[in-house]
Nanobody, 125 residues
Framework: QVQLVESGGGLVQAGGSLRLSCAASGGTFGMNTMAWFRQTPGQEREFVAAISWGGGSTYYADSVQGRFTISRDIPKNTVLLQMDSLRPEDTAVYYC??????????????????WGQGTQVTVSS
């Protein structure tokens, strides 16, 4: 079983940057498709970005394309989300997720079966 722990959230002004990190333990981390989702109170969990198990494929939500970058360091069992040009509407709890090796429907939450506890990102205007 894979355990995921997010870190790096916090408070930042609009236009600023944050880097989220997801540390994975257990299982075969290198074989999982990894993703970041986010959620605000009363809303469904929203896809942000995904990366294939080998790191060769990435996919982003339109709302973050060109501002966020997902990457992974397999030897260190970590997935990073570099967030630049942050906007107040990026405020949410951000979750790391791990799924199967197959690169199919990377934006669908039910593709993933391991989830972290989340880290809060707040962007002030």
């Amino acid at each position: 079983q894979v355990q995921l722990v997010e870190s790096g959230g916090g408070l930042v002004q609009a236009g600023g940057s944050l880097r989220l990190s997801c540390a994975a333990s257990g299982g075969t981390f290198g074989m999982n498709t990894m993703a970041w989702f986010r959620q605000t109170p009363g809303q469904e969990r929203e896809f942000v970005a995904a990366i294939s198990w080998g790191g060769g494929s990435t996919y982003y939500a339109d709302s973050v394309q060109g501002r966020f970058t997902i990457s992974r360091d397999i030897p260190k069992n970590t997935v990073l989300l570099q967030m630049d040009s942050l906007r107040p509407e990026d405020t949410a709890v951000y979750y790391c997720a791990a799924g199967s090796p197959t690169w199919v429907r990377p934006a669908a939450a039910n593709t993933y079966y391991y989830w972290g506890q989340g880290t809060q990102v707040t962007v002030s205007s």
